[in-house]
C-alpha cells in the first residue's frame, strides 16, 4: 500500500467543481483530499487548521478570492513559529487562458504553479506533485509565457536588485536553466553535473536571492534580463 505523501485542500466556489476534483486527485494513493473550502477566508483558515502541502486555488470566489487568500497563506506568518519555508502550502492555481491578467496578479502573491481549469486528471495530479515537490513549473511552454510578459511589465517598477552578484558562474548558469523550465535532472544532463550537486546549487541560489521557490527565481531571471523571453 501507497504512503501518502501530499495532503490537499481544495478551494473552489462550485460544489461540483470540488468533488470533481478530489475524486480524481483521490485516485492517487498518494494524494489525500484533507479538505475543501468554498471561499479563500475558509481556504486560508482551513488550511491554518490543517496544514496542507498543497491548496488548490480557484481564483473566482466570494468573500475573498484565490489571489488575497494566496497572498495570506504564503506571506504570513509561518504557524507556531515553525520555519516558513517548511510551513507554508504551495498553492497552485486555477486559470485560464483568457485570464492572463489574474495570472500576473497571482504571481504577484506567490502562487508556485498554475493549471488550466480542462487539464487532464493524470495533468492535475502530476500539477499537485510537481508544486508539492517544489521541481519544476507547469505546463513550461504556457508557464514561460506568462512569466516572461509579467516580468517584462514589471521589470519598469523597480531597479535591479544587485543580489544577483553574489551568485557564482555555476549558479548563474543554474538559475538560467531553472528559468528555461528545466528540473534537475535536466539541469544536471546539460551541465554534466550531478543532481545532488545541481540541487545544492539551486538551493544556494533561492537563498542567496531570498527567494521562496523556483517559481520565484523565474521570475526573477526574467525581470532581471537573465533569460530571454
Known sequence: MAVVTIRVLIADDQVMIRDGLAALLASDPEI??????????????????????VVVMD???PEMDGLAATAELV??????????????????????????????????????????KDA???DLINGVRVVA???ALLAPSVTRRLIGDFARRRRHQRPNPAAAAALTPRELDVLRLIARGLSNAEIAAELVLAEQTVKTHVGHVLTKLSLRDRTQAVVYAYENGLVGS
Open 59 to 61: 481564483i473566482r470566489m
Open 75 to 116: 506571506g504570513g506568518p509561518a504557524p507556531d513559529g515553525a520555519d516558513p519555508a517548511e510551513q507554508r502550502p504551495k498553492v497552485l492555481v486555477l486559470t485560464t487562458f483568457d485570464l492572463d491578467e489574474y495570472v500576473y496578479e497571482a504571481l504577484g502573491s506567490g502562487a508556485s504553479g498554475f493549471l488550466l
Open 133 to 135: 515537490g517544489g521541481d
Open 32 to 53: 489525500e483530499v484533507i479538505g475543501q473550502a468554498g471561499n479563500g477566508r475558509e481556504a486560508v483558515e482551513m488550511a491554518r487548521a490543517l496544514d496542507p502541502d
Open 120 to 122: 487532464s486528471a493524470a
